[in-house]
Nanobody, 125 residues
């Protein structure tokens, strides 16, 4: 499984960005896909995920209502639409995938086996 995130950049508070995660063929439709982030001096944390079979989406409370995860199985791509960005959203954002896992662990960094290089999002105040 190969993952490549893109779309990061420097924006002002209140702006929007859309991150993309290009995955190797067949990954998006058969794997749980997640977005995580790691801010300066912080541990990597869960942002959003989409369940492989149902397409149900999950969000951290800090981004709920502002971020939207979506997937395009035909393009083998997962997106993270980020609106109303805040300075505290500044982080390196990572795309991740896992083939199997119980639903209760979908937010857990440790339960994702595949990671791509991150993309930096910087939100200025």
């Amino acid at each position: 499984v190969q993952l490549q995130a893109s779309g990061g950049g420097l924006v002002q508070a209140g702006a929007s960005l859309r991150l993309s995660c290009a995955a190797s063929e067949g990954t998006v439709s058969r794997y749980d896909m997640g977005w995580f982030r790691q801010g300066p001096g912080k541990e990597r944390e869960f942002v959003a995920a989409v369940r492989w079979n149902s397409g149900t989406t999950y969000y951290d409370d800090s981004v709920k209502g502002r971020f939207t995860i979506s997937r395009d199985n035909a393009k083998n791509t997962v997106y993270l639409q980020m609106n109303s960005l805040k300075p505290e959203d500044t982080a390196v954002y990572y795309c991740a995938a896992r083939r199997t896992g119980i639903l209760s662990t979908i937010r857990s960094v440790a339960h994702y086996a595949y990671w791509g290089p991150g993309t930096l999002v910087t939100v200025s105040s």
